[in-house]
């Protein structure tokens, strides 16, 4: 079977499984009730299990078309980011990259091995609080960093920050009155679209599904304080799963400014083009797991 005829099979999939109703979702994807039926066949086939059931000339997803969607979703998305040059791997880690007008966005997923020898020492204060914390984020082995963190939830509408430190660099950069005017805003809406927002979406799911933290590098304009203009900002990001006192999911994010960024596609103009950014003032004499590492190498 051709690889095109395969991407419009799963594409009628995930259609009709979003609007349940036939004539909705030939016209959607512009195509006809008999070619939406042979695909939706032919994919069920392939797979060996039924996807949908039609009840009163209503389909409703089987529970095995429930626990195919997340994942069919994935691949039309990922195929068609990809398919425009906004998505890839760099040594089997993520790399994402758009442009809309004068605004850009780069982001590539770094080995967590680097925040062992990066200069930050609030980047590796935080990566030792979190591990020492389990997961929750209100445990007091994070109190010293929690004021320069950014908490999200996740929701109906997507990933959305309830949460943000008075110490936090998005604090820092747009003041308290505007970071408190985007709580609750979902990560989603981007300038690049939707459909890229929940590719930025996508890091935060693997940090809940694996439980384990993650760095990306980010380079991309944003406006200014008070300015018309934007400016080219650069930094870390360490993304780090939680729960809520209730157990609900959370993820924690800790952005610190760098000069040494490794996005791989930027050229040396790029690299220059950078706005100076004021980094977090953290007081190296509040870095309680970074003085016991450096006192007791071996873990004592």
């Known amino acids: 079977m051709n690889q095109p005829l395969m991407f419009e099979m799963i594409r009628s999939f995930t259609t009709l499984a979003h609007t349940l109703n036939l004539s909705h979702a030939v016209a959607e994807l512009n195509s006809t009730r008999q070619t939406v039926r042979r695909h939706v066949a032919q994919l069920e086939v392939l797979r060996g299990e039924p996807l949908f059931e039609v009840r009163d000339r209503r ?3 089987t529970a095995a078309g429930e626990a195919a969607l997340p994942e069919a979703q994935e691949l039309v998305l990922r195929a068609r980011a990809w398919a425009q040059g906004q998505t890839g791997s760099f ?5 994402l990259k758009a442009r809309r007008g004068d605004w850009f966005f780069y982001q590539q997923q770094q080995p967590m091995g680097g925040v062992w020898s990066d200069e930050s020492i609030l980047l590796r204060e935080t990566y ?14 994070l109190a010293h960093v929690r004021p320069y963190l950014m908490v999200y939830r996740h929701t109906d509408a997507g990933w959305i920050c309830v949460e943000f430190g008075m110490k936090s660099a998005y604090v820092s950069w747009f003041g308290s009155d505007y970071a408190r005017s985007s709580i609750g805003r979902p ?3 981007m300038p690049a679209g939707e459909e890229f927002g929940r590719l930025m979406d996508q890091a935060f799911y693997d940090v809940e599904a694996t439980q384990s933290a993650r760095l990306d590098h ?3 304009r944003m406006p200014k304080r008070q300015d018309p203009d934007q400016a080219t900002m650069v930094y870390q990001r360490l993304m ?7 157990r609900s999911p959370a993820v924690m994010t800790l952005v610190v400014p760098t000069s040494d ?6 050229d040396g103009q790029q690299r220059a083009d950078t706005t100076d950014i004021v980094k977090p ?14 006192d007791d190498p071996a873990g004592r």
């Open 240 to 246: 780090m799963p939680g729960f809520f006192p209730d």
């Open 91 to 95: 040594g089997a880690l993520q790399y």
């Open 281 to 294: 003032d953290f007081d190296p004499e509040n870095a309680y797991f970074e003085k016991l590492a450096r």
């Open 59 to 61: 389909y409703e997803l």
């Open 187 to 189: 990560i989603t809406r």
């Open 261 to 266: 960024v490794n996005i791989s596609e930027l």
């Open 218 to 220: 980010v380079y991309t």
């Open 128 to 141: 030792r609080a979190w591990m020492m914390c389990s997961h929750e984020i209100e445990n007091p082995c």
